[in-house]
C-alpha cells in the first residue's frame, strides 16, 4: 500500500486509493510531531529540497548531488549517491508513491561550481534538464549509485532546454536564455488550475537568470504535464551520455507575475488545505520591484490569456494569479510575503501545518545542514507562517 508521503513541493498521499487526490487534513495529531528534524552535518553542497514520510517515520532530503534518507529523528537511514548534476526540489507523485526531482546537467556557473567541488569530474559536454524519479521502496541501504543500482529513471525536458539555448531580442538587444531560463528548480503535483480536485498533474518550475538589464524575466515559468504515460519515457542517465527521451512539450505553459528573482522558484509546495501553490524564491535585485522571497499563487482561479509585460517583440502567454494576500506592493501590482526561509525546502503536511528548512553551514564552508523546524499558517495577513512552539 502507498503511504502517506509528504513531500517539500507537495501535500501527498492519504491513501485515498484509486483517486490520489491530496488531503487537506492532517493525519496524525500536531502535538505528536517533532518540532525539529536535524539532517546532520553533510558535505559541501547545501539542501535543495526535503520529503516526510509520516506513515513510515522517514525524511529524505535533498544535498545537490545527494539524496537522503533519516529517520524523524535525522539517523541516516539510505541515501543515493554519484550524482554529478544539480537535484532540486521534490514532490511525490500521489498516485505511484515515486519521488519526483529536478536535476539539472549543465555548464553554467552552478554546473561548473558543482563539478569543481566533486574534484573536477566531468559530464557530458550537453546540457540536459531532467526530472529524476526514484523508486523510494528499493532506496535501503546508505551508498546506492543513482546510475548503476536502479532506483533513478529520468525524464528529459525538452521546453526547458529549448528555452535554455534560445537567443532572443529585448529592449534592442540580444540575450540569451528565453524568459531568462537557467533550468528547473521547483516541482509539486496539483489539480488542474481552475480546480480543487480531479487527477493531479506534475509542476515543473523553471530556474530564472537575475539580469537586472532585461525585462523579459519578470515571470515565473511553470510547466505542466500529464505524467501517466511518462514510462514510455523514463531511461537510466548516463551523466557522460545524456539522453533525449522526454515529452515533446507540456501542456500548458503557465507565467506568474513577481519580479525578477535570483534563479527562480527553487521551492514550489502545493498546499490542499488552501488550494494555494508556495514559491520560495531567493530574492530578486531589480529595485522597482519589493523582492519577496515568498509568493502565493491561487490554483482555484483560472489562467489568463493576455500579453506579457516586458517582453519585445511581445509575447502572449497563459497567467496565473497571486493570491489576494500578503504584503502589496501597488506601484508592480506584485503580492508576496518576507519570509526567511523555504527556499531549501517547503513541506505542506495537512491543516496548515509545514515542515520547513533552515539550512546552515559550519564556519570552515566545508559541511551544510538542514533544520526542519514545524510551522503553520499565520492568522496575520501580513506573514505566511509561524513557527509551532
Known amino acids: 500500500m502507498i503511504g502517506k ?55 529524505w532530503f535533498s544535498f545537490t548531488t545527494s539524496l537522503l534518507k533519516t529517520d524523524m529523528a535525522g539517523n541516516l537511514l539510505a541515501s543515493v549517491e554519484g550524482m554529478t548534476g544539480h537535484l532540486g526540489c521534490m514532490s511525490v507523485n500521489p498516485e505511484d508513491g515515486r519521488l519526483y526531482a529536478s536535476i539539472e546537467y549543465k555548464h553554467d556557473a552552478i554546473g561548473k561550481g558543482i563539478l569543481d567541488k566533486l574534484d573536477g569530474r566531468q559530464n557530458d559536454d550537453a546540457t540536459g534538464f531532467y526530472i529524476a524519479v526514484f523508486d523510494l521502496d528499493k532506496i535501503d541501504r546508505i551508498g546506492m549509485d543513482a546510475e548503476r543500482d536502479g532506483v533513478m529513471q529520468t525524464v528529459y525536458i525538452k521546453e526547458a532546454v529549448d528555452d535554455y539555448h534560445a537567443r532572443v531580442v529585448n529592449g534592442g538587444r540580444e540575450w540569451e536564455h528565453r524568459h531568462g531560463c537557467s533550468g528547473i528548480d521547483g516541482v509539486t503535483f496539483a489539480p488542474a488550475i481552475g480546480r480543487s480536485d480531479g487527477r493531479y498533474y506534475l509542476y515543473v518550475a523553471y530556474g530564472i537568470y537575475g539580469d537586472k538589464e532585461r525585462t523579459d524575466n519578470d515571470y515565473q515559468v511553470i510547466l505542466a504535464y500529464d505524467v501517466r504515460n511518462w514510462s514510455r519515457y523514463e531511461q537510466l542517465l548516463s551523466s557522460q551520455n545524456l539522453h533525449k527521451s522526454g515529452p515533446r512539450r507540456p501542456l500548458h505553459k503557465y507565467f506568474v507575475y513577481t519580479g525578477n528573482t535570483s534563479w527562480g522558484i527553487q521551492n514550489l509546495a502545493y498546499d490542499a488545505s488552501t488550494g494555494n501553490m508556495y514559491a520560495a524564491v531567493y530574492r530578486g535585485k531589480k529595485p522597482s520591484y519589493p523582492n519577496y522571497s515568498l509568493f502565493a499563487i491561487d490554483t482555484s482561479v483560472k489562467p489568463r490569456r493576455e500579453t506579457l509585460k516586458g517582453y519585445d517583440p511581445a509575447m502572449r502567454g497563459e497567467v496565473l494569479s497571486l493570491v489576494e494576500a500578503g504584503l502589496h506592493h501597488e506601484a508592480s501590482g506584485t503580492r508576496g510575503y518576507d519570509f526567511k526561509w523555504g527556499a531549501t525546502g517547503l513541506c505542506p503536511i495537512g491543516d496548515g501545518y509545514f515542515y520547513i528548512s533552515h539550512n546552515a553551514v559550519t564556519p570552515d564552508k566545508k559541511h551544510q545542514s538542514s533544520r526542519l523546524r514545524l510551522y503553520r499558517l499565520s492568522t496575520d495577513p501580513d506573514k505566511a507562517f509561524d513557527e509551532v512552539e
Not at 26 to 38: F, G, K, M, S
Open 5 to 59: 508521503i509528504f513531500s517539500s513541493m507537495s501535500l501527498t498521499l492519504s491513501l485515498l486509493l484509486g483517486g490520489g487526490h491530496a488531503a487537506a487534513q492532517l493525519p496524525v495529531d500536531p502535538a505528536t510531531l517533532p518540532r525539529q528534524i536535524y539532517s546532520g552535518e553533510q558535505g559541501a553542497f547545501h539542501v535543495q529540497g526535503i520529503a516526510v514520510d509520516l506513515e513510515r517515520g522517514h525524511v
